[in-house]
């Protein structure tokens, strides 16, 4: 299999490091090992006698039986961790889909939720969002499936648009899975950070045997460094086959990072709540922001910790990037990233210095003439 490069990581693989103001980081500012060690007495010396094996390859049953905790249906069985959320995706595409097969995904997206299956020889429809409101249009899902098609991808609370769906809708797309007997991968790495709790979508895995919930430390939880991530479905016969991948990819998990995931996951409310409140707290500088500044406008989110923003003056997004960059130290994303035309771009607000890098780019717009 030929990948092509997945274009934010390499963008991101460019500048993350080095670029003195990140304002585009899709996840929330990082817990330390300390923070998370004292979310419970006594287990810093249980942490530290940890004895440095393999571990158990479908995930600890402890750390499967906290991943429960995020569902309400489901059973420590029916979790497989993962290496992140971008093996899960790697790991479904590959027992899936067949070259020839067919796939609808929700887009703009993050890269590997379609250019895997276009690796393998799949045809991808692209169920493109509406700008104006990033609302989707059901009959285009409707209109699209045929007897090649094998899954449908979504992705909410969605990156990079921060946008949701009403319950109603939601289950309308799980109905149409389940009518055409379509895999349904949920991507929901971001489930937990909606501004509004009663807009929070249930679980997909919850609603529907053939839907497949992918989960994360690295977003809501703000923990991206322990590279833990799972899959979460009843259907016991993919789950093995998704078990078998994982044979030939990372075989197992970290151990370190599993035992702090579950104690992260055992206390989650709480790791959930402090990054709600540095995103709606940095919200509120954003609110004015885009009230004063004339060339850009934005679709507010609904969740998350980003957003995606358009230049209203027909200027490339990934130009106007690049001059953030050299002239103030500033990184956004442009949309080409994700191959989404030149007039969009990402904005994260989900760390604790979000302030101080949207002070330095005011400065810079201040300074800007879009021509
Ligand atoms: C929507 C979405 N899914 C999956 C991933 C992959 O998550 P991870 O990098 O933690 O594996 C990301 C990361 O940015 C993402 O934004």
Redesign the pocket.
Known sequence: MKLNDFLLERYFAQYEFEIPYLLCA?DCESFSIQEILQLEDGVENKFKNLKLGYTDSQGSPELRDAITTLYKDISNQDILAFA???EG?FAFMNVVLNPGDHLIVQFPA?QSLFEIAEAIGCKVTKWTMNSDNWNLDLDILINNINAKTKAIVI?FPH?PTGSLISQKKYEAIIEIAQDNNLYLLS?E?YRLLEYNRSKRLQPACDLYDKAISLG?M??SFGL?GLRI?WTATKDQNLLNKLASFKDYTTICNSIVSEYLATLALENYHKLVERNLSIIISNLKLLDPFFKKTPFMDWVRPQAGPIAFPKLTKDFSSEKFCTQSIEKAGVLLLPSSAFLYGDNHFRLGFGRKNMPEALSQFEAFLENTNLV
């Open positions: 899709s992140g959320a971008e995706i993050y992705n990156n991507d790495v994360v690295s977003k991206a991530g």
